[in-house]
């Protein structure tokens, strides 16, 4: 049953099947005959998807009940997930919309295709009907228990999950003396450094005028002001125009989330919260690692929300962990 909350929040999830045939026929042919382990952004488990979208939407159905409406983004495909909302959420069924990137790159088509999730969540305040207030998820993070609306927006601005941090410099270092060391020995070889999480949210905080700190978070679903992004992309459109650019992720650009959360900031905003998440990744973890996972998210009812990431690269044994551990939190 959809419950109304005193504002209206919508959620968007960003989603991609790489595994599907024509979706990665046109990713490698992006690569100028690279191969994806040569181009930062572009390794296979960045698009990999075990259907993980489908515990996400019904997570949300179930624990946030107050969501108007979910907004899948994708690629010209389809996540497959009515039968399953069909099934446990029948009445909600209408709430779910497919959004193309077509549509919110509407007018900038030139930079499509893109294999860049920053360059999507660039996009997302384009969404057709899409609330002011809206919740940004990964198709990866999953809800563990109710929540209300004001987890996610206090006075109608957006609840900041994450924390303060001084900048990446020893990465920033690193990542200058590699440079240097290239262009001595390799000077007419192209320098594509890797996309990093931190250095993408530091350069949105600079972008902003942040000198000293930044508000760094973390996987965990993300409020949004959608109004606000809207006034800063159309007052700076070269800035958006150039951070879109890029087809597969890059050291150079701006986190949107990082950038949303600087702007709220400047604006006064001190929402403050921790990302009450839990963070998986099982890849090459020990026997244990998913079981102790889940127990913590059972015991620990501050953590409301789970990240399980690469899922793809994790044994069949540690997939049919976390699967059945998911279902078994959303009863299904």
């Avoid at 042919?29 to 259907?51: C, H, I, P, Q, Y």
């Avoid at 088509?109 to 998820?137: A, D, Q």
Wanted: contains cysteine; glycine residues 4%; aromatic residues 12%.
């Amino acid at each position: 049953m959809k419950i109304k909350s005193s504002h209206t929040i919508d959620v968007v999830i960003a989603w991609v099947d790489g595994a599907d045939p024509k979706h990665k026929k046109k990713r490698l042919s992006f690569l100028d005959n690279k191969d994806v382990g040569e181009l930062a952004g572009a390794a296979e488990t960045r698009f990999n998807s075990l259907n993980e979208v489908e515990y996400c939407v019904l997570s949300i159905l179930k624990f946030a009940p107050f969501v108007r409406n979910i907004y899948i983004v994708t690629d010209n495909q389809d996540p497959k997930i009515d039968s399953a909302v069909k099934k446990y959420f029948p009445e909600r069924q209408k709430d779910i919309r497919i959004v193309d990137h077509k549509e919110i790159f509407e007018g900038y088509e030139k930079f499509l295709p893109t294999f860049n999730s920053i360059c999507i969540s660039n996009m997302l305040w384009r969404i057709k009907g899409l609330s002011n207030h809206f919740v940004y998820f990964n198709d990866d993070i999953f809800l563990l228990r109710s929540i209300k609306p004001e987890d996610w927006f206090v006075d109608s601005k957006p609840v900041l999950r994450g924390s303060w941090s001084t900048p990446p410099f020893e990465r920033l270092l690193w990542d200058q003396i590699k440079k240097g060391v290239i262009k001595l020995f390799l000077p007419n070889k192209k320098i594509d450094l890797q996309a990093s999480f931190q250095v993408n949210q530091w350069t949105a905080a600079k972008l902003l005028g942040f000198k000293f700190r930044y508000f760094k978070s973390g996987h965990t679903p993300l409020a949004m002001d959608r109004n606000r992004l809207e006034n800063y992309f159309k007052s700076k459109p070269q800035i958006l125009e150039q951070n879109i650019s890029h087809r597969f992720r890059n050291y150079e650009q701006f986190n949107t989330v990082s950038l949303a959360n600087h702007l709220e900031i400047k604006a006064g905003n001190e929402n403050f919260a921790n990302s009450q998440a839990i963070y998986m990744q099982p890849h090459n973890r020990g026997d244990q690692y998913v079981d102790k996972k889940f127990e913590e998210c059972k015991k620990d009812k501050t953590k409301f929300f789970a990240c399980v990431q690469s899922l793809d690269l994790s044994s069949s044994e540690d997939q049919k962990k976390v699967k059945d551990a998911i279902e078994s939190i959303l009863n299904l």
